[in-house]
């Protein structure tokens, strides 16, 4: 199980003073699996059943620059960093109107769910309206097989951890926990058993989160976990 990075970050505080949500090891233009050719089954009624080879990470990603906001020496240097090693798309950097304090998230399933985040951490932390100052933003357009970067390895063995025949279900949240379903033999096991891992990974992360953080997340409904996808 991984989890999404979260900087929460002033002008005056230091990197390893950040509020930061996993300790994942990643790099600019993460380049996700490689997709693979799959039949596609259909279940009695009809609905089809994806395989699980066609799942893949997103890949490459690109960063957007949404204002000429100039930034101050520090806000700068996190910015860079986030770019160098973020965990790419779908990510989100704000930043105090006067440039002096910001908060990015990258590894979100969509952009509005690290606009969402990032702004939360970034308004809370400044005590101000935060503006967009970038996006990270896959090269490709994501599909319903496509997952941040930030799981490629844990994809990895979900895939090679279901037999032949079986089911893998993903689950997901806005805030960016994941939870994986491996090896069932019924698509409702898969999806039951990724939903509570789902819920397990947001307990498990926001476990030592600050109370109005927390509080914000869960008032902007980005804590509850639902069905990504089911394959075979």
Known sequence: MQLAIKL????HSSLRNCTEV????????FVGLVAQAGCVETTPDGNFIPSKQSLTTFGPYEVRQHSDQPLTTRVRNAFEKAVSQGDGAFGAFYIRPDGGSWAVVTGRYSELDAKRMAKIDCDIVS?????????FVPQKKPTAYTIPNTHKSALTKA???????NYLAIANNPAG???????????????NSAMKACVEATQTGLANE????????EAAGLLGCKIFGVYR
Do not use: H, M
């Open 8 to 11: 929460i970050c002033t002008e």
């Open 210 to 217: 600050v109370a109005r953080f927390k509080t914000a997340y």
């Open 177 to 191: 926990y994941t939870g994986f379903g491996v090896n069932y033999s019924s698509q409702i096991e898969a999806k």
């Open 22 to 29: 996993s300790k994942i090891k990643s790099v600019i233009l």
């Open 159 to 165: 895939k090679r951890d279901t037999a032949p025949g």
């Open 127 to 135: 005590r101000q309206t935060c503006i967009l100052y970038a996006t």
